[in-house]
């Protein structure tokens, strides 16, 4: 398929993209952050695989093949459960963005 866009527009799409992913970034940080800053003596909020996916609005196969390659942190609990802590979600995320 051809594209239709014309240059000038093609510049403007990563600009986009990284603004949008800076927004998901803040709103996750705001979202999560501001309930373990309410009680410091809470643990951090982990996520389950699903929830972080959705978060990341990626796949759970993205997801996996970016745990395995060590670009997220994650948790191990038991042989097979992987926990995402939601500051490693907002490091993966900070990485990503171009500023």
């Known amino acids: 398929m051809l594209s239709t866009r014309r240059p000038a527009e093609a510049g403007a799409q990563p600009k986009r993209l990284d603004a949008a992913l800076a927004e998901l970034a803040a709103a996750i940080r705001e979202e999560f952050g501001a309930k373990a800053a309410a009680d410091p003596e809470l643990p ?55 500023e």
């Open 44 to 98: 951090e909020r982990l996520l389950s695989i699903k929830e972080a996916a959705d978060a990341l609005r990626i796949g759970r196969s993205t997801l996996y093949d970016q745990l395995d390659a060590g670009t997220i942190r994650s948790v191990r609990v038991g042989p097979r459960r992987r926990l995402i802590p939601v500051s490693a979600i907002a490091e993966y995320l900070s990485t990503r963005t171009v």
